[in-house]
């Protein structure tokens, strides 16, 4: 073990690494040098901030803007108006005086880190003719939970000094809410992408375009399928399928060329469009009445109507079918062109099945954050609450004689918003009935076992599918995955594929402004559709223009337009995430400027020629240059994956060719937070990779600078971590070299004793002794001390220092509540609380003694441990009861059984445990901490933890960290193998690592050379302690009296069907009877030898009696097990009568 | 053993088995000898790292394989040749490995040292949990000779002659800035603990003075070995603790004999170690360009160059014993033929890292005494 012999806050942690992220440029241009200003300008959290930034900034403004105005049905002048909305600061009301907030307290004290939601009102007062209008500013309409380092957040553009002292780590992500004390992440939901044609087929294998219209005002679902030739529009507010034909005619199309026109001339087209045509001839159906008419008969009746509202298919086609494509003043042509563009793009991927779109495809997906998600929630709940003030107005107004000031802001409903937002995000079930939306599992708990954890668990990205379907598709590797989605991090088992992580650089968009978009698309030329015939918009060489899903018009020189629009981008004329792609394919410009979609920044070449040059890199060190100012100045761009399809990306700078449009900052960028701690994981076996990425999250060590101040329920801590000796770029740009989560181990590979099969590893007894694996656990407890209906409450009380229980008190201080420091042991009493024997009715205030029962609070951990009260907390929870919380601290050191890992998924438990004396030493006298056996590495090839282990010799050696950063060789973030090599032979080392050894116990040499250097390893959280159990007798369950089961509830072991069978074919019959039943649940049962049923004892009588034979003289006694007396008494309830032969 | 590889000895020795005597001539064959004596460090994996025991091994050749006290006595031979306060390094010549390694391990596991074991922490507001903070302590090397102690067993009461009190009351004054605790501030209480017994025990003898941890019935620096020599930690830079301001340690700390075996901290080496001694040979002379390669692939500079005359330049080894064995000077083609590197089994270069306790010529007599300790008990045992 390479003990850094100082204590856990090295202060020179911070300073280190800064200058080394400053040091010299190597490559041609090391553009590396971005990575931590990228990092700098958005965080590692980028895409929740911006997301959550986005919904407090400007779309709420908008919700509210939308829903602007409460006006009284009974008295329509009074009315009242919503001016302006903001979210104000951080705090809460105590006692009529507001208190700001700060997440730490929040999390402390069990409260909903939030901010008022501040609005400005115009309403009118007054009655009749007297009207006045009256204004009121700052009104709180709800409370808004607050994500952490957004713009309304305390943290917000803190320094480091500031948020230490509001005890807050420096080095936390936010990008989560605080909700009742307990950390809430939204996970980023996957989807796909709203408003765009998908052409895919559907079970049966038929071909249809499908579009999920997602407007402010409606959400609907347009499926157009050909289905036996023939093509029908599904839509839910139709009974059935309805011929397209119908629709076009309802539409107003009611020629069939122009149907044909608009799809293409192409014979091809009009031959598959013919059967469609025919049938709607079949149907009689030829003018856009008769079409009407047609489809009236199919609409779905509404479930409450009675009547029939007229016209409704025409309301549907106008609002509901592909509601995306706005219809003013009844004009359908534009939905005309849709669909007919949506039929074209069904036909050429019947005609060519390449045309088909895959749905895996990342360009087809959206991820869904926060804000979007709080957006829904917060329109509904205002919605809601304005529908309520509304009534509450009215039912005031309608009051015969009510007082004469009317004050309607009075009516305001406060508190829906605040406890639904609450409800929501501690819950996770987003229940939106407007939008039609349920979904369960959106949030969840922090993971807070490691720092890296908690980072991974912000990248997260939830599946849009339920994790039971088995396919293969969605979890397959998607090449367009590159650079965005992490490859390698995602979990084993049922979610494997599903879940996936952003990759380091990775920015998922928000909304952007489509107005500008549009118009300055109009001054670069698109044709608008208005003017153009069905014949023009098929013609070659012309492409169709679309915003976000929307047709715009079309263009006849689609590369200058995109080549146009994209200066206009890079100048910053329009916003740096709007993505141009030119479908050649389709024969379209896509551009995207809508929220959801994931880009990475790439730098820009001209002819293959970088744009970023020494200069630029140089300003950028000597800070006069930011990320901002190369985004700005046109050197770097986002590409997003879609247009990244019109773009050739060189890897490395002296790749490019002449074609080359864009070049990588760094390839290790394709990985995300938790890959990018595993040195050379690209000489490693790919699923190693992926068990690391699962395992770092459980290993222990720093989890934030505030670790000690935190009340977590369980918090797994290092006593001695270390940052890895071998580093990568990833890790000091994230953090871990300050939060590390292992200990850097010298590693014998070698067999050892025979205790290190199977992936064990054998561990030398002075490393453990001289601290290394030692770990912290810390547990939390809670009392409550109430306040009851009747005004008692519970009251905790100085314990008795004689008498029979005083020893069970001896932790506690005189105030009844256990002091800080003691050592409390199982049964120990923690609080001496006392509750009243009666809760409710008439108030009772001044209680006697005796009125009070023991209510005390009992520590229950597992023998043998020697837990210590590391805190007490005393708090104030939301009912205003005391609620005090107890951290209770165990330090523990490595035993057998405990797990360990390295960074390379080859996890192992501790084997054994060797006196030092014992192991092999070498020339040197360096004695490993830990052996590890070869066998481990033939199957698994990971490669790079050799490397690891190479690396970390030279570097101790030569007293350099040594880097491995993901692909990092040629541009000299990762060293390679010989310069290493070169290394320890210049300290007199082997140039493979592999030192001459001599045996501890005989003294002479080894017979082979060992492989020996220092590894990077992590303590998992799995331990023995908590996991060993073993029970003699014990508790038994009630209904089957059979021992009960699991450790929790100290139950017994189970002899299953398996080790039964064994028994079986090894003929232990004794051994059967005396598990299955003798130690289980024996059971003695009167049985009647004539009908074979149960009889019974009766104790009156003193005689054993047959309840059907109605006497008692064939009576036997049988032993049976409990459960199996229970099924024959069930089966003969059920009437069954199970009678034994005796 | 005995089998001669014939594919290994081609390497070492040019004589085929028809040049063997027909008797025995009473010495070994040269390349059975250097099997007995050498380990042979190869490219892929040093062999003949075994020793033979066996007494007749040889005995086909005549040679009587023995091990005899009068041998030994002519033979062995220790050197030193480094000493320094707390470092030494010496030669143990002409000893069996397993003894050589019976005196490692007693170093490092079975030579006892005081070492903080008990510690009484009054006040803690430091950050460094109190479990810690023990194990911290317990691991700081103290500067005082254990042979003056005894052993404290279980029913032991602590006494001046098995317990050493030390204090530590370090607090940072509020409104100041961070303080750091060295080892320096732990406080040698000569007479014993100063902490008070709770009260309900001493219920029966309260005439006398309270009662605290130890009971010392006179002051240890009343002692001779002491007076002069005050106890205190070996190092007085050790980091403790860090403490920020307004935080505070009060606590006593009680060191008692032990052994490395219980735990590390009663080590009485950081370590101690040998390593046979390095032979390096030049099995053909090595001369111009390649002499001058040879010199350059040593990273410890084991070769030199010799002028032969006329300008022709000759490796020669210089500095055999500073070998760390990297096999730099066999890597690549054609170079095993060229260069033997071979460890000498009966001459060990042995080295010692005293932790402070004793120094370490000390320490290896001591070690010296419980071997000789063992043998006498395995003796009488036997007898
Ligand atoms: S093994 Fe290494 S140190 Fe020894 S002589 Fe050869 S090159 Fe030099």
């Known amino acids: 073990m390479v003990s850094n012999g100082d204590l856990v806050d090295q202060p020179q942690w911070a300073g280190v690494d800064k200058e080394f992220l400053a040091a010299p440029v190597k490559s041609a241009v090391d553009k590396f040098q971005l990575l931590p200003e990228f990092l700098k300008v958005r965080g590692l959290v980028k895409q929740h901030l911006d997301s959550f930034n986005y919904f407090v900034n400007t779309e709420i403004k908008k919700i509210v803007a939308a829903n602007n105005e409460i006006r009284s049905q009974v008295d329509p002048k009074l009315y009242l108006r919503y001016k302006d909305v903001r979210i104000g600061e951080p705090s809460r009301m105590v006692d009529y005086v507001t208190e700001k907030l700060t997440p730490q307290k929040c999390r402390i004290s069990d409260i909903t880190y939030a901010a008022p939601i501040l609005v400005n009102i115009e309403y009118t007062t007054g009655s009749g003719n007297s009207l006045k209008v009256q204004e009121k500013r700052e009104l709180t309409i709800g409370r808004m939970p607050i994500m952490l380092r957004s713009s309304c957040c305390a943290l917000y553009g803190k320094d480091e000094e500031e948020l230490a002292s509001l005890g807050e780590c420096p080095l936390d992500p936010g990008g989560y809410f605080v909700i009742k004390g307990t950390e809430k992440v939204i996970l980023i939901q996957e989807q796909l992408s709203k408003n765009r044609i998908i052409i895919d087929t559907d079970k049966k294998g038929c071909v249809q375009a499908s579009v999920t219209s997602s407007t402010a005002a409606t959400k609907s679902k347009t499926v157009i399928r050909m289905e036996k030739e023939k093509i029908y529009l599904y839509l839910n507010q139709f009974k059935t399928k309805v011929p397209i034909m119908a629709v076009m005619k309802a539409m107003g199309m009611e020629s069939d060329q122009e149907v044909v026109q608009m799809v293409g001339r192409d014979p091809r087209y009009s031959a598959l469009l013919l059967p469609s045509i025919e049938e709607c001839a079949k149907a009689n159906v030829y003018t856009q009445h008769q079409a009407l008419e047609y489809l009236e008969k199919q609409v779905k009746p509404l479930p409450y109507a009675s009547t029939r509202t007229e016209k409704r298919a025409s309301s549907i086609l106008r609002d509901i079918f592909i509601a995306n494509v706005p219809v003013h003043d009844n004009n359908f042509r534009a939905k005309c062109i849709y669909v007919a563009v949506m039929l074209r793009r069904m036909m050429e991927a019947i005609l060519n099945k390449d045309a088909m779109d895959d749905k895996d495809y990342v360009g087809n997906k959206r991820l869904e954050l926060s804000g979007q998600l709080l957006s829904l929630l917060f329109e509904d709940l205002f919605k809601t609450m304005n529908d309520e003030s509304k009534k509450l107005i009215d039912t005031v107004l309608g009051k015969p004689n009510r007082s004469s000031l009317f004050d309607m802001s009075k009516y305001i409903v406060r508190d829906s918003i605040t406890v639904g937002l609450e409800r929501t995000l501690s819950t996770g079930n987003w229940d939106v009935k407007r939008f039609r939306m349920h979904r369960k599992g959106m949030t969840q708990v922090v993971a807070r076992l490691s720092y890296i954890g908690t980072v991974g668990h912000m990248t997260k990205i939830s599946p849009q599918f339920e994790k039971s379907r088995k396919v293969s598709g969605p979890r397959a590797l998607q090449p367009s995955q590159w650079g965005m989605l992490c490859p390698c991090d995602t979990p084993e088992g049922e979610a494997c594929g599903l879940v996936k992580n952003l990759a380091l650089m990775t920015h998922v968009t928000t909304d952007d402004e489509e107005g500008p978009i549009i118009s300055l698309c109009y001054c670069l030329g698109v044709e608008d559709l208005e003017l153009l015939s069905g014949e023009e918009l098929h013609m070659p060489n012309s492409y169709l223009i679309m915003l976000n899903g929307l047709i715009l018009g079309k263009h006849r020189k689609p590369q200058r337009f995109a080549t146009a629009m994209r200066k206009l981008r890079r100048a910053g004329k329009i916003g740096e995430f709007v993505s141009i792609f030119v479908n050649e394919k389709q024969h379209c410009v896509y551009i995207a400027s809508d929220g959801g979609r994931v880009c990475r920044p790439l730098v820009i070449a001209d002819k293959g020629v970088s744009r970023i040059k020494e200069h630029h890199m140089k300003e950028l060190k000597d800070g006069v240059r930011t990320f901002d100012t190369f985004l700005r100045e046109g050197l770097i761009e986002y590409l997003d994956v879609n247009e990244e399809n019109n773009a050739l990306i060189a890897l490395y700078e002296g790749e490019a060719t002449e074609e080359t449009t864009h070049i990588e900052i760094e390839p290790f960028t394709i990985l995300g937070v938790c890959a990018g701690l595993i040195p050379y994981p690209h000489h490693n076996q790919s699923p190693r990779n992926t068990y690391q990425c699962a395992m770092g999250k459980q290993a222990m060590g720093n989890i934030a600078y505030n670790q000690l101040c935190r009340m977590d329920t369980l918090l797994y801590l290092l006593v001695y971590p270390q940052r890895p000796l071998l580093t990568t770029r990833t890790i000091e740009l994230v953090g871990y070299d300050k939060l590390g989560a292992g200990q850097n181990a010298t590693v014998a590979v070698m067999s050892y004793s025979g205790y290190d099969i199977e992936d064990a590893i054998v561990m030398n007894k002075s490393s453990l002794d001289r601290g290394f694996g030692r770990c912290i656990v810390m547990k939390k407890m809670v009392a409550l001390s109430q306040k009851y209906e009747n005004g008692a409450s519970d009251r905790i009380i100085c314990p008795p220092r004689e008498g029979y229980e005083a020893e069970r008190m001896q932790i506690l201080d005189d105030d009844g509540i256990a002091a800080p420091g003691e050592i409390i042991r199982t049964h120990d009493i923690y609080i001496n609380k006392q509750s009243p024997t009666v809760t409710r009715g008439a108030p009772a205030p001044n209680l006697p003694d005796s009125k009070y029962k023991p209510s005390r609070q009992t520590y229950k951990g597992p023998e043998g441990e020697t837990a210590v009260l590391d805190r007490v907390a005393l708090c104030t929870d939301r009912n205003n009861n005391m609620n005090i919380k107890f951290m209770v601290r165990h330090t523990r050191r490595p035993e057998v059984g405990d797990k360990f890992s390295s960074r390379h998924g080859q996890k192992g438990v501790c084997g054994t445990i060797i006196q030092q004396e014992d192991f092999p030493f070498s020339e040197r006298g360096i004695c490993p901490d830990l052996i590890m056996n070869p066998h481990g590495f033939p199957s698994r090839m990971t490669v790079g933890k050799m490397i690891e282990l190479l690396g970390s010799k030279a570097g101790v050696s030569s007293g350099r960290f040594h880097y491995g950063s993901a692909f990092g060789e040629p541009s000299g973030h990762a060293d390679k193998v010989e310069v290493i090599s070169e290394t320890l032979v210049k300290h007199g080392f082997s140039y493979n690592g592999k030192d001459f050894i001599y045996s501890g116990i005989t003294g002479l040499p080894l017979q082979a050379y060992i492989f020996m250097g220092p590894i990077y390893y992590q303590k998992l959280k799995h331990m023995v302690l908590d996991k060993m159990h073993a029970r003699g007798s014990g508790p038994r369950v009630m209904l089957t009296r059979q021992p009960t089961e699991g450790r929790s509830k100290n139950g017994g072991l189970r002899v299953g069907e398996m080790e039964r069978d064994c028994l079986i074919a090894y003929g232990a019959s004794m051994l059967i009877y005396e598990r299955l039943m003798i130690s289980s649940d024996p059971f003695e049962v009167k049985v009647c030898r004539k009908c074979g049923l149960l009889g019974y004892h009766n104790y009156k009588l003193k005689a054993d009696v047959c309840s059907t034979c109605k006497n008692g003289d064939n009576i036997s006694t049988m032993k049976l097990p409990y459960a199996c007396k229970l099924l024959i008494q069930s089966l003969s309830d059920e009437a069954h009568a199970f009678s034994g032969g005796l | ?383």
């Open chain 2, 1 to 383: 053993m005995e089998s001669t590889d014939g594919g290994d000895e081609e390497r070492t020795t040019k004589g085929s088995a028809w040049d063997l005597p027909d008797l025995p001539t009473g010495t070994l064959p040269p390349h059975i000898q250097l099997q007995k004596t050498r380990v042979v460090c190869n490219k892929e994996a040093p062999t003949n790292t075994e020793n033979v025991q066996y007494a007749g091994a040889y005995a086909a050749a005549g040679v009587d394989n023995t091990v005899r006290l009068d041998d030994f006595r002519e033979n062995f031979r220790v050197e030193v040749i480094k000493l320094t306060e707390d470092d030494m390094e010496f030669d143990l010549i002409g000893l069996d490995a397993s003894i050589a390694n019976a005196f490692r391990r007693i170093l490092i596991s079975e030579l006892p040292t005081m070492a903080i074991e008990k510690v009484l922490i009054a006040n803690n507001t430091s950050v460094v949990q109190d479990e810690v903070l023990a194990h911290r302590l317990g691991l700081i090397p103290l500067n005082v000779d254990p042979r003056l102690f005894e052993y404290m067993s279980e029913n032991d009461t602590a006494n001046e002659k098995n317990t050493i009190v030390f204090k530590l009351h370090a607090s940072c004054a509020k409104g100041g800035s961070r303080i750091t605790v060295k080892s320096e501030e732990l406080k040698w209480l000569p007479n014993g603990s100063e902490f008070l017994l709770a009260k309900g025990n001493s219920a029966s003898n309260q005439d006398s003075k309270q009662k605290t941890y130890t009971s010392f019935s006179c002051s240890q620096d009343s002692l001779p070995e002491f007076a002069d020599n005050p106890i205190a930690p070996k190092h007085a830079d050790i980091i403790i603790a860090k403490l920020a301001p307004g935080q505070e340690i009060e606590l006593e700390a009680h060191a008692v004999k032990g052994m490395g075996k219980t735990h590390a901290k009663w080590s009485p080496v950081a370590t101690a170690w040998y390593r046979m001694l390095p032979e390096v040979l030049l099995l053909k002379p090595i001369e111009g360009d390649e002499a001058e390669e040879l010199v350059k692939k040593c990273p410890v500079k084991v070769f030199d160059i010799e002028d032969i005359g006329r300008g022709v330049k000759r490796a020669t080894v210089a500095r055999p014993r500073n070998c760390t064995l990297c096999r730099e000077c066999i890597r690549g083609d054609g170079w095993e033929k060229l260069v033997a590197l071979r460890r000498v089994k009966d001459h060990f270069i042995f080295t010692i890292e005293s932790t402070g306790a004793l120094p370490p010529e000390v320490l290896f007599t001591e070690a010296v005494k419980i071997l000789e300790d063992k043998c006498e008990r395995v003796i009488t045992e036997l007898s």
